[in-house]
């Protein structure tokens, strides 16, 4: 049974600007995203697109960003490639409050100007 859908889209230059503030990216961006961030060439499509994401999860669960830290929600990668959005804290609580045994699914795109996330949030 599906719990909810979100979608967000985020403008990439926004972020131009949060690389250089170092005190923006670790607000909003847990330590395995700043990592992962780091070490590809395009950063700040593959921040918008992770900012998209968590966005997109606040509306998949009907909170929109209310009662936890977007640091509690990030993207990590399999060995595939393929994103999998991991929740933890407060946002972990809030999801399964919502849904017991939940399933995550994510996809995320970024082009140029744009970065775009859905996320579908389903019971097993």
Same mark, same amino acid.
């Not at 972020?15 to 909003?28: A, G, Q």
């Not at 395009?42 to 918008?48: I, L, M, N």
């Not at 994103?83 to 995320?108: F, G, M, Q, Y």
């Given at each position: ?25 670790? !607000?909003?961006?847990?330590?395995? $995203? ?7 060439? #395009?950063? %700040? +499509? ?35 490639? !393929?994103?999998?959005?991991?929740? $933890? ?7 399964? #409050?919502? %849904? +017991? ?24």
């Amino acid at each position: 049974m599906i719990i909810g859908i979100g979608v967000d889209i985020s403008k990439v230059s926004r972020f131009e600007k949060w690389v250089k503030d170092e005190k923006m990216i670790p !607000r909003f961006f847990n330590a395995a $995203e700043i990592n992962n961030c780091r070490s590809i060439q #395009s950063a %700040c +499509e593959h921040y918008a697109a992770r900012f998209a994401a968590k966005e997109a999860f606040g509306k998949a669960l009907g909170v929109g960003l209310a009662g936890y830290d977007m640091k509690d929600i990030y993207i990590v990668n399999d060995e595939n490639g !393929r994103p999998e959005l991991k929740v $933890e804290n407060k946002a972990k609580d809030l999801l399964e #409050s919502k %849904c +017991e045994n939940p399933i995550i699914h994510v996809s995320l795109s970024h082009e140029k100007e744009y970065a775009t996330a859905f996320v579908v949030i389903e019971a097993r």
